[in-house]
């Protein structure tokens, strides 16, 4: 499996190894040992999947609030994402900055989403479905978003007028979001 850094801490871009032949293919989509070695060490809990039928569909931008923060280990199983990752750990230098990664069915790329950062994608063609695993269970009480469209955060999304939910098309911007995140209790 390869690992690659991005510009936000504890965000990174996995790309595992696949086995191909005139049958299909074989990968190893997670292996806990493997990626503790690569120095990431979570424990997943929880497996989340979802549909999207059209293009366009925009989900996000999510996160859950301490103590039920949630790190997620993001993969697409068919179709393809745009898959954003914005840090709102409070006094983090890249605190309001985002990366962007496509994520599909070609390319097997997964994305490690820790606490204290926000996750977001858009289905770049219809019937994309995603596979997620987290590490804290879902607690609708202390489940938050930002507005997808945020100005300040200024993301290249590539679609203009996306498929929103009700609940995620009245998000708060940024500025507004309740957000209880710190560089001090990531590392912890």
Known sequence: MNIKKTKLQGV????????SDNRGFFMESYN???????????????????????T???RG??????????????RVVTGAIFDVVVDIRENSPTFGQWISVILSEDNKRQVIV???????????????????????????????????????????????NPILSEKDSKLPLLINAEINFSIKEDRK
């Open 56 to 58: 366009g569909v925009l």
């Open 32 to 54: 806990r040992s493997v990626l503790k070695k690569l120095g990431i060490d979570l424990a997943f809990i929880q497996d989340n999947q979802s549909l999207s039928k059209e």
């Open 114 to 160: 820790p606490k204290g950062f926000a996750h977001g994608f858009c289905t770049l063609v219809p019937n994309t479905n995603i596979f997620y695993k987290v590490d804290e269970y879902y607690d609708p009480n202390l489940e938050r978003g930002i507005l997808w469209n945020d100005p300040d955060l200024d993301i290249d999304w590539p679609v203009s």
């Open 12 to 19: 990174y871009i996995l790309e595992p190894n696949v086995y």
């Open 61 to 74: 931008l999510h996160y859950q609030l301490n103590p039920k923060a949630q790190s997620k280990l993001v």
